[in-house]
DNA sequence: GGCACTGACTCAGAAATATCCTT
DNA sequence: CAAGGATATTTCTGAGTCAGTGC
């Protein structure tokens, strides 16, 4: 109730003008649309401040589809005899029956999880019989899923063709919403479906039961006059809002970490789009303040305020090595991972000299998803010092910024540019990077594939610079071989390729002919071309190596400005779709929409 | 008036699925 | 040319950021 309240008082203020709501707030960026071809779709947003449509109408979520008990001969047994569960029951031990395969179930933190919410959906003479997961067997459980899943691969290309057009018809009935008279993709329309919350890293709640999520748990927001989304036969909505402030079209609350999930319009959405294309004009604008920024967290490093030399590293290190923000998190509540702001003395060691340079850092600390960051990188003298002096009398669970906060931070950084925030450094130092990259590795005469490897290339000098790691693919070792086996291969045909010409050079001063002379050409041409070949091998089995653990995907999506991208294609000849897929460059529409070769960030 | 809490959004790698390529 | 394995793409949902709110 007070929250209606609450939202129509800012609704009505925000009409006033009085109160500028956060994104909207900063406006959405025209001025710089200096670029040639902008489309309609991409024009200046109509809607007054924290307004983020007008019109909203959709079919609300698709419901995850209800539990199937087992098969009679799918059984499951206790201390080696068979115990028939209740369908409560049953359902919550198939979430791990099927995970049986997976690391989590040997991790002890998962398996008293699951075994203490289980033991809450069983009946009391189930929980009387069952009370110690050591003594279940799954395994006729797991059978059974794999079996399915193994007979779901192996279906007619008919059946296939069934099952795909299901999935169709599922997209296409609500799949999409009307936003402000366009006809709009959602981007997760699906319900999640119950089963075993799986965190990352040391989560103290790996394990726990993610209950099934029914119409009643859900608030569905859509405008006023439209046509409200029916809940499934036989139940109600939790409640039905109409908040046009928020660009949600459904939410519930999660049930392990008590947090709310939304459904929301996809990335190739208008809406999306512009809040992507908002955010690197926020970070082009960086530009041309970071200068003056880096000269005075410089100067402030000498601070006489203790707070104010801590800000000045902190900020030095999220400019220099992308560091995110870092905010506090409940202990207990989630695995331990730290950002900047966060960081604790043990997870930095001082070197006075080290690699052959002086005042080294040593970083060691697991960052968002528990993904270790690991560096050693040479500081400014000042910086060393000040390090020193932070880490003074200081056990190593302390914080090493102990007088900063990300909230302080930001506040400042707001101070020194409207809309800057710790991450629009990464945005900016990623962008730029690649920018500056691809000027570096690109040369116009090369190939397409060469253009290709060294896009890549500068793809990956960022995805390194902000840590995008990946576990190195299960067919690595193998395609690497793969690939080796044909280098060899095609080093024999080098040498034997030389050979021919060295026969045919002997061949062609023998005779002095017009065919040996010919025969001499072609038999030149032919190594020329397989050195070459040889060449874009071993460069792709470099390629492969140094992508091992590296992940592209995230600084594409996120991070690089996509005009860059574009401009950098059509000034060199390459085609878009060797960068971006099909999806992604829906994703970058309004991008494509509106940067030309000449684009610069 | 700092600070804990929370809502709404972006960003994250794993897993599932689709497509391509080889045999 | 079909099977099946490798690779590319998409989906999924957990994990961050950051400002507003209320005490």
Same mark, same amino acid.
């Given at each position: 109730?007070?929250?209606?309240?609450?939202?129509?008082?800012?609704?009505?203020?925000?009409?006033?003008?009085?109160?500028?709501?956060?994104?909207?707030?900063?406006?959405?960026?025209?001025?710089?649309?200096?670029?040639?071809?902008?489309?309609?779709?991409?024009?200046?947003?109509?809607?007054?401040?924290?307004?983020?449509?007008?019109?909203?109408?959709?079919?609300?979520?698709?419901?995850?589809?209800?539990?199937?008990?087992?098969?009679?001969?799918?059984?499951?047994?206790?201390?080696?005899?068979?115990?028939?569960?209740?369908?409560?029951?049953?359902?919550?031990?198939?979430?791990?029956?099927?995970?049986?395969?997976?690391?989590?179930?040997?991790?002890?933190?998962?398996?008293?999880?699951?075994?203490?919410?289980?033991?809450?959906?069983?009946?009391?003479?189930?929980?009387?019989?069952?009370?110690?997961?050591?003594?279940?067997?799954?395994?006729?459980?797991?059978?059974?899923?794999?079996?399915?899943?193994?007979?779901?691969?192996?279906?007619?290309?008919?059946?296939?063709?069934?099952?795909?057009?299901?999935?169709?018809?599922?997209?296409?009935?609500?799949?999409?919403?009307?936003?402000?008279?366009?006809?709009?993709?959602?981007?997760?329309?699906?319900?999640?479906?119950?089963?075993?919350?799986?965190?990352?890293?040391?989560?103290?709640?790996?394990?726990?039961?993610?209950?099934?999520?029914?119409?009643?748990?859900?608030?569905?927001?859509?405008?006023?006059?439209?046509?409200?989304?029916?809940?499934?036969?036989?139940?109600?909505?939790?409640?039905?809002?109409?908040?046009?402030?928020?660009?949600?079209?459904?939410?519930?609350?999660?049930?392990?970490?008590?947090?709310?999930?939304?459904?929301?319009?996809?990335?190739?959405?208008?809406?999306?789009?512009?809040?992507?294309?908002?955010?690197?004009?926020?970070?082009?604008?960086?530009?041309?303040?970071?200068?003056?920024?880096?000269?005075?967290?410089?100067?402030?490093?000498?601070?006489?305020?203790?707070?104010?030399?801590?800000?000045?590293?902190?900020?030095?290190?999220?400019?220099?090595?992308?560091?995110?923000?870092?905010?506090?998190?409940?202990?207990?509540?989630?695995?331990?991972?730290?950002?900047?702001?966060?960081?604790?003395?043990?997870?930095?060691?001082?070197?006075?000299?080290?690699?052959?340079?002086?005042?080294?850092?040593?970083?060691?600390?697991?960052?968002?998803?528990? %993904?270790?960051? =690991? $560096? *050693?990188?040479?500081?400014?003298?000042?910086?060393?010092? #000040?390090? @020193?002096?932070?880490?003074? !009398?200081?056990?190593?669970?302390?914080?090493?910024?102990?007088?900063?906060?990300?909230?302080?931070?930001?506040?400042?950084?707001?101070?020194?540019?409207?809309?800057?925030?710790?991450?629009?450094?990464?945005?900016?130092?990623?962008?730029?990077?690649?920018?500056?990259?691809?000027?570096?590795?690109?040369?116009?005469?090369?190939?397409?594939?060469?253009? %290709?490897?060294? =896009? $890549? *290339?500068?793809?990956?000098?960022?995805?390194?610079?902000? #840590?995008? @790691?990946?576990?190195?693919? !299960?067919?690595?070792?193998?395609?690497?071989?793969?690939?080796?086996?044909?280098?060899?291969?095609?080093?024999?045909?080098?040498?034997?390729?030389?050979?021919?010409?060295?026969?045919?050079?002997?061949?062609?001063?023998?005779?002095?002919?017009?065919?040996?002379?010919?025969?001499?050409?072609?038999?030149?041409?032919?190594?020329?071309?397989?050195?070459?070949?040889?060449?874009?091998?071993?460069?792709?089995?470099?390629?492969?190596?140094?992508?091992?653990?590296?992940?592209?995907?995230? !600084?594409?999506?996120?991070?690089?400005?996509?005009?860059?991208?574009?401009?950098?294609?059509?000034?060199?000849?390459?085609?878009?779709?060797?960068?971006?897929?099909?999806?992604?460059?829906?994703?970058?529409?309004?991008?494509?929409?509106?940067?030309?070769?000449?684009?610069?960030?």
């Amino acid at each position: 109730m007070r929250v209606v309240r609450l939202l129509r008082l800012r609704a009505a203020l925000t009409l006033l003008g009085e109160v500028p709501r956060r994104p909207a707030s900063r406006g959405v960026p025209g001025s710089r649309r200096t670029q040639k071809g902008s489309g309609a779709r991409w024009e200046k947003e109509k809607h007054e401040d924290g307004v983020k449509w007008r019109q909203l109408e959709h079919k609300g979520p698709y419901f995850a589809p209800p539990y199937e008990p087992l098969p009679d001969g799918v059984r499951f047994f206790y201390e080696g005899k068979p115990v028939r569960l209740s369908v409560a029951a049953e359902e919550v031990a198939t979430f791990y029956g099927r995970m049986l395969g997976h690391e989590y179930t040997t991790k002890e933190v998962f398996r008293k999880n699951f075994f203490n919410d289980w033991r809450k959906e069983m009946a009391v003479e189930e929980r009387e019989v069952i009370k110690s997961l050591d003594k279940c067997d799954f395994t006729e459980i797991h059978r059974y899923f794999v079996d399915k899943a193994a007979a779901r691969k192996v279906l007619s290309r008919e059946e296939k063709q069934k099952l795909k057009e299901e999935a169709e018809k599922l997209q296409r009935e609500f799949g999409y919403c009307i936003l402000d008279g366009h006809q709009e993709k959602i981007g997760n329309f699906k319900i999640e479906p119950p089963g075993l919350f799986r965190g990352r890293g040391d989560h103290p709640k790996m394990g726990m039961l993610k209950r099934r999520i029914m119409p009643e748990d859900v608030v569905i927001n859509c405008s006023r006059d439209s046509k409200i989304p029916e809940p499934p036969a036989g139940h109600q909505w939790k409640e039905v809002r109409s908040d046009n402030t928020v660009t949600w079209l459904a939410a519930w609350t999660e049930s392990v970490q008590n947090s709310i999930k939304y459904i929301m319009l996809n990335p190739c959405s208008k809406l999306k789009g512009e809040t992507a294309w908002q955010k690197f004009e926020t970070a082009r604008r960086l530009r041309g303040f970071v200068d003056e920024i880096r000269s005075q967290y410089r100067a402030d490093w000498k601070s006489r305020e203790m707070k104010t030399r801590q800000r000045a590293v902190a900020l030095y290190f999220i400019d220099k090595l992308a560091l995110r923000a870092g905010n506090e998190k409940e202990d207990g509540e989630a695995a331990d991972t730290v950002g900047c702001c966060s960081l604790r003395v043990e997870h930095v060691q001082l070197h006075p000299e080290a690699d052959g340079c002086q005042h080294v850092v040593e970083f060691d600390f697991l960052g968002k998803d528990c %993904i270790r960051y =690991y $560096n *050693r990188v040479p500081v400014e003298k000042p910086v060393y010092k #000040n390090l @020193q002096l932070f880490m003074e !009398s200081k056990g190593p669970r302390d914080n090493l910024f102990d007088r900063l906060t990300t909230t302080s931070l930001n506040k400042h950084l707001q101070e020194l540019m409207d809309g800057l925030t710790a991450k629009v450094f990464r945005t900016y130092n990623a962008s730029i990077t690649l920018q500056e990259q691809l000027r570096a590795l690109t040369r116009a005469e090369d190939s397409i594939a060469a253009k %290709i490897l060294s =896009y $890549n *290339r500068a793809n990956r000098v960022v995805a390194i610079l902000c #840590n995008h @790691q990946r576990a190195t693919p !299960s067919t690595f070792e193998k395609s690497m071989q793969n690939l080796q086996t044909k280098i060899q291969a095609k080093k024999e045909q080098v040498a034997e390729a030389r050979a021919e010409l060295r026969r045919a050079r002997a061949e062609h001063k023998a005779q002095g002919d017009g065919k040996s002379r010919s025969v001499l050409e072609k038999k030149r041409r032919l190594l020329e071309k397989l050195q070459e070949q040889l060449a874009q091998l071993s460069v792709q089995a470099t390629d492969k190596e140094e992508n091992k653990q590296v992940a592209l995907g995230t !600084s594409k999506l996120n991070y690089l400005d996509p005009r860059i991208s574009i401009a950098w294609c059509k000034r060199f000849r390459v085609p878009v779709e060797k960068i971006y897929s099909k999806t992604q460059r829906e994703r970058f529409a309004w991008a494509l929409a509106m940067a030309g070769e000449d684009f610069e960030f």
